[in-house]
């Protein structure tokens, strides 16, 4: 499960399923986090809270190339 925050009290949260691509799974709140991430890690799932990463690629820009 990974998550990402939207906004300054709301997370999205993502389920990567064993056959591949996601499932956008729920919008919560702080609290709501807190206790979806506790549920997860005791059922022995993977956790990864994804908003620098998804930060850091929407501060790339496009790169451009020349034109043959």
Request: glycine letters at 2%.
């Amino acid at each position: 499960m990974a998550y990402c925050q939207i906004d300054e009290t709301r997370y999205v949260t993502y389920i990567f399923p064993k056959w591949g691509k996601y499932l956008r799974y729920k919008i919560l709140t702080q609290q709501e986090l807190e206790l979806a991430v506790s549920k997860c890690k005791l059922a022995g799932w993977k956790v990864s809270n994804v908003t620098k990463l998804t930060n850091k690629m929407l501060e790339i820009q496009p790169q451009r190339t020349a034109k043959s």
